[in-house]
């Protein structure tokens, strides 16, 4: 597919990495980003023939001599360099539509997309079916980029995707067999300029289906049933219809699967994503007793609402992977003790009033981040005492101080972490080394 072209990659990270080395062979390649880079990737490019510049205006490097640009997903598509790639009709892409064209015949492959809990469900199915010893390979916006898992793919494999709403705005020819849409939410508006843009961009998920391919959607969501009213695939509800709880137990085709009682994932949030993963599960022959066997070992993941510790009879909650206000919702409503919540960081002009029907039992707010402002008049109006800091450092010193027996310490920010941190991963980690 790419033989012999120049090619611009924009942004460094796993996917910008992995991509450069993936195409360097027979064709000329120049990335670039604004960090500084490790060392031993530096070398190992140079040896590739890949020229890597840092440089805070990658735009000037561009020019019509380039075929293609692949951008990192986080690169917002109002930069620079992507409105001067569009002005010289250089189609921008990114390192998962590079790889798609490079897989093996006859691969199945499933997409997990969504607002919130598209980590866990993805998470889910890739356990399940590797129980059930099907050959399934995990990648995308998990961790794990596509070109770096290209080598051990082989035909008739299974291949599972975590897809971001940032990855599928680049994404031309890509196309999944089965696609899942877990939810959808006002989320990333500071990206795609709108809710219907980003709506729109999450619809992608879809694209180039047909009747033989199978779209997984949330039933109770309004938002994923508008924008899956005209796609042409084979349609499977879970929450209702296809797969649901019925008196404590879920339910696949009308066939008790599971007591809830017995999945040791809790939250009705859980539950939606669990039964998410067994519609696609379902299309494998699913063997019964090895799914029940995940869902009863299976603890979560890490960011994601993880119980860290109890320390002098207080529990601490870390939900650094709740970048929105639904996310925080769903954390808030799983908690029925004091919680001190710890609300803020990145700018992007959400909601914190969202939360407000949800704030029973959130006795004091810790206000941190660029939002703390915000965060703090919220909880004025709120009538719920703030503390208001810069860091979270700061945020667990006076939590320290408040925190008695019972209580239960959540972080879960509502905001993206990128004022402090590059990934919320980095602020969950601190806060679990701060306990």
């Known amino acids: 597919m790419y033989q012999n ?7 460094m990270a796993k996917s910008g990495y992995e991509c450069a080395k993936f195409l360097s062979k027979n064709n000329e390649i ?25 440089t805070d205006t990658p735009e000037e490097l561009l020019d019509e001599t380039f075929d293609v640009v692949v951008k990192n997903p986080g690169i917002i ?28 015949e006859n691969v199945t492959i499933i997409g997990v997309t969504g607002s919130n809990g598209k980590t866990t469900t993805t998470t889910l199915i890739y356990e399940m079916l590797k129980k059930m010893n099907v050959p399934v390979h995990l990648g995308g916006n998990i961790g794990f980029p596509l070109c770096s898992i290209l080598p051990s793919i082989k035909p008739n494999d299974v291949l599972l995707l975590e897809i971001s709403d940032h990855q599928l705005l680049n994404m031309k020819d890509f196309k999944t067999n089965i696609s899942v849409l877990t939810n959808l939410c006002p989320t990333h508006l500071d990206f795609h300029g709108s809710y219907e843009n980003y709506k729109k961009v999450k619809q992608k998920i879809f694209q180039h289906h047909t009747q033989k391919d199978i779209a997984i959607i949330n039933a109770t969501n309004e938002d994923s049933l508008k924008e899956t009213e005209k796609i042409p695939s084979q349609k499977k509800y879970f929450t209702k219809q296809d797969c649901y709880i019925n008196e404590n137990t879920i339910y696949l085709n009308d066939e008790p699967i599971i007591h809830l009682e017995d999945i040791k994932l809790k939250g009705m949030h859980n539950y939606e994503n669990i039964m998410a993963a067994l519609l696609v599960v379902n299309e494998f022959h699913m063997q019964k007793e090895k799914v029940c066997e995940v869902l009863k070992n299976f ?11 109890r320390v002098n009879d207080i529990d601490y909650y870390n939900d650094s992977k709740s970048t929105n206000p639904t996310s925080t919702i769903t954390a808030l409503k799983s908690f029925q003790t004091p919680v001190l919540l710890i609300l803020g960081g990145f700018e992007r002009q959400q909601d914190f009033f969202e939360l407000k029907e949800h704030m029973q039992y959130v006795k004091k707010i810790y206000a941190m981040g660029e939002t703390k402002d915000r965060v703090e008049e919220f909880a004025k109006k709120m009538s719920i005492p ?8 700061e945020v667990m010193k006076e939590i320290k101080k408040d925190a008695i027996k ?23 980690a601190e806060f679990k080394s701060l306990i």
């Not at 603890?299 to 510790?309: A, D, P, Q, S, T």
């Not at 703030?386 to 450092?393: R, S």
């Open 5 to 11: 072209q120049k090619i611009f990659i924009f942004g």
């Open 30 to 54: 120049l990335i670039t980003d604004a960090k500084e880079q490790e060392e031993e990737h530096l070398k190992l490019l140079k040896q590739l023939g890949v020229t890597f510049i840092q």
């Open 77 to 104: 598509m109002t930069h620079p360099l992507v409105k001067k790639a569009q002005e010289l009709q250089i189609p921008i892409i990114n390192e998962m539509e590079v790889a798609y064209h490079y897989l093996p």
């Open 299 to 309: 603890g979560g993941v890490e960011h994601r609402l993880e119980f860290v510790k």
């Open 386 to 393: 703030c503390t208001k800091k810069e860091t979270l450092q």
């Open 406 to 428: 019972n209580d239960t310490v959540l972080l879960s920010p509502a905001c993206a972490s990128w004022d402090q941190y590059d990934k919320f991963e980095d602020r969950g």
